[in-house]
């Protein structure tokens, strides 16, 4: 069974870390907010600027549940990554569709698929494990561990960042993940 080392949940403007206020931003207005909590981690990584919202949120998160925990590894396949919400990338194919009327962004079209998240904090980490972004009606946290409790008995699966990744379409958004371990 999975155990959870850390929860992080990042909603309208406040960032949640096990339970307890970690960063309260000025505004819940998601491009802003996401701005502020990148400066706050301290983060230098000049690709978070390219990413649409659901990606930067994912990645946010991520980054603050990694932080300090040492037996993690880079350029591992060891650290599974499994995600779920229910609007897939609705918010940017609305923005890339808005596009085609002048000229098509590729650089919008690129995060024109959910999954794209687990691709950006892969390349950033040098993760190589088991991933799964599904789309469901509603957070599922027991399904979402059951899945991650088979990736630990059949895989070499030894940590999971967990949970649901949701950017919706009137600037809400919300991240419930988790850290978890064998």
């Not at 925990?69 to 990554?81: G, M, N, Q, S």
């Not at 009137?170 to 978890?180: F, G, K, P, R, T």
Request: aromatic share 12%.
């Amino acid at each position: 069974m999975s155990k959870v080392i850390k929860e992080l949940i990042i909603e309208q403007g406040l960032v949640q870390l096990n339970g307890e206020t970690f960063f309260k931003g000025d505004t819940n207005e998601t491009v802003t907010f996401l701005k502020s909590l990148y400066k706050h981690i301290g983060l230098k990584y000049g690709k978070f600027f390219k990413m649409d919202s659901l990606c930067k949120l994912g990645f946010l998160a991520t980054e603050i549940l990694l932080d300090g925990v040492e037996d993690i590894k880079t350029e591992t396949d060891e650290v599974a990554l499994v995600f779920a919400n229910a609007s897939s990338s609705l918010n940017t194919d609305v923005n890339y569709q808005n596009s085609i009327a002048e000229i098509p962004s590729p650089a919008v079209f690129v995060y024109t698929l959910p999954n794209i998240v687990i691709g950006e904090i892969s390349i950033r980490h040098k993760f190589y494990g088991e991933h799964m972004f599904f789309i469901q009606e509603k957070y599922n946290k027991e399904e979402l561990l059951k899945y991650t409790d088979s990736l630990f008995a059949e895989t070499q699966t030894k940590f999971a960042v967990v949970g649901w990744l949701e950017m919706g379409m009137n600037n809400e958004y919300s991240a419930q993940l988790m850290l978890c371990s064998k």
